[in-house]
């Protein structure tokens, strides 16, 4: 079924009883996103896992598809927590759009607690981007608002599914933050950080810890911003299947 097909019958049958697809990569976005009418998915920041999990998931059991969680800010307007709601996601030459009702529902909503929300566009990585000339060289490149390693994936599963996509990205490290590395190598499969890789990386690097506790502050940061989400996750269900 395609995307048109889709979104009529789901504008024909607004108590579709489907869950709708949450994407996140790490276990604490997992954690807040999951609610009552949400099926979520955790890649643990590992895009083969996510595409391996995808594919054994029977796309006709959920009737939309969200990706979020966290990202990397390219946007040097951007701080952390600020909330991003994509326009598109992009990965090398592709490029998916998102459900354009649905992204203005997101914007309209009254419950973000005060925090600044924008619209933008997001991109795919298949690894961490923590550098900060490689963000500039993106945001030059692109013009997105911020990067992750899970939107482009859910994007391209919906879109093959001929399912309605939406992003909500609440963006950690600004593009003027530089991550330390131990960051990107420190997250367990099961989507946890794994402190005591932390630790003996700061045990190797004493140097690192002011940056270390800079990306912390950040991170939780953009962690109680998603949390103030918790409740448009909660309705995004009736979102998807009412306006699209």
């Known amino acids: 079924m395609n995307l048109g097909a889709q979104s009529a019958a789901a504008a024909s049958n607004p108590w579709d009883p489907r869950p709708v697809l949450i994407v996140t990569g790490l276990i604490q976005e997992a954690r807040i996103a999951a609610g009552p009418g949400l099926t979520v998915v ?5 895009p083969k896992q996510l ?17 979020f969680g966290v990202a990397g800010g390219l946007d040097p307007k951007l701080r952390s927590g600020d909330i991003v709601v994509a326009s ?16 203005e529902e997101l914007l309209a909503d009254a419950g973000f607690g005060g925090r600044r929300v924008v619209r933008g566009g997001l991109v795919g ?6 550098t900060r000339h490689v963000k500039a060289a993106l945001h030059a490149k692109t013009g997105a608002a911020a990067v992750d390693m899970e939107s482009h994936i859910a994007a391209h599963y919906a879109h093959e599914a001929g399912l309605p996509f939406a992003a909500l990205r609440v963006v950690s490290d600004p593009a003027t933050r530089e ?3 131990v960051v990107s190598t420190a997250i367990k499969p099961n989507g946890n950080i794994d402190v005591r890789k932390v630790l003996r990386g700061v045990a190797r690097n004493p140097a ?3 940056a270390l506790v800079s990306t912390g502050l950040d991170f939780n940061r953009a962690l109680r911003s998603l949390r103030g989400c918790r409740g448009v ?12």
Do not use: H, Y
Request: a negative charge; one cysteine or more; hydrophobic letters at 45%.
């Open 233 to 244: 996750m909660l309705d995004v269900g009736g979102l998807v299947s009412v306006n699209l």
């Open 125 to 130: 990585s298949e690894q961490v981007v923590g």
């Open 208 to 210: 690192s810890i002011k």
């Open 42 to 46: 955790c890649s643990s920041s590992d």
């Open 179 to 181: 991550l330390p590395a």
């Open 88 to 103: 598109e996601v992009r990965a090398g030459d592709r490029r998916w759009s998102t459900a354009l009702e649905f992204s």
């Open 51 to 67: 595409r391996v999990l995808l594919s054994d998931m029977d796309f006709r059991a959920v009737r939309g598809v969200v990706s």
